[in-house]
């Protein structure tokens, strides 16, 4: 079992739709980040939290450290999220997420 | 101004070549990263650098050595290249440790 499990692995919704991509992690941590990496390869992080709630736009992402879990949201979504989505848990040694593949349809 | 570039982006090599990946951060960020993507898409840090020193070092075989010539520059040399090596490696920098990690574009390693 991974330190660190994604669900769903891969997810299709049409535009317009709430999305939700989740994070258990096992290991205690200090931080988590969720990253996104678009189809040409780049990785872009989005939010990096240790407790609470983030907002950044269509964005939310929030972390229950008790349950050590995790969720990104993304309201309206738009073709143009369609990437992976990866969490990672950790301050400077990160250990990943295998990552969730969204697809946004128009 | 890219604030994470790696060069080359793609390389494509023979088995048992030297090569190396070339990283500089503009950023003016203290901590440097090397992470290795497999063909699976799963990502695993190789190596961590805060201020030119070295602070991890995964389990890595030591036919890869990072070389930081200054705390902007983070460089990856591979001896010896190996058909499993073939991978995307991405650069990342950070503020300090712990905040939040800025990726290079990656580059593409295709050891043939």
């Known amino acids: 079992k991974n330190e660190v499990e994604q669900s769903p692995q891969n997810l299709t919704a049409q535009e317009g739709e709430f999305i939700t991509i989740n994070c258990s992690y096992s290991v205690g941590i200090s931080a988590l980040h969720w990253l996104q990496q678009h189809p040409g390869g780049g990785i872009v992080s989005l939010f990096m939290?240790?407790?609470g709630k983030k907002k950044h736009g269509r964005l939310i992402a929030t972390i229950n450290i008790q349950e050590k879990h995790s969720s990104l949201h993304i309201t309206a979504s738009h073709p143009r999220d369609s990437a992976v989505y990866i969490c990672?848990?950790?301050?400077?040694?990160?250990?990943f997420g295998k990552g969730t593949k969204l697809t946004v349809n128009p | 101004d890219t604030a994470v570039s790696q060069t080359p982006k793609y390389l494509v090599t023979q088995m048992g070549n030297d090569k190396s990946i070339k990283c500089e951060q503009n950023l003016g960020h203290d901590t440097m990263y090397w992470y290795k993507q497999d063909s699976k898409k799963f990502l695993k840090i190789m190596f961590s650098y805060n201020n030119k020193e070295l602070i991890i070092n995964e389990t890595v075989p030591n036919r890869f050595s990072p070389k930081s010539p200054d705390k902007a520059h983070l460089n990856l040399h591979i001896n010896s290249l190996e058909l499993g090596d073939s991978a995307v490696y991405f650069c990342?920098?950070?503020?300090?440790?712990?905040?939040?990690?800025?990726f290079g574009e990656g580059s593409w390693l295709t050891v043939v």
């Open positions: 990342a920098s950070s503020p300090q440790r712990g905040n939040t990690i800025y």
């Open positions: 939290l240790s407790s």
């Open positions: 990672a848990v950790g301050i400077e040694k990160l250990v």
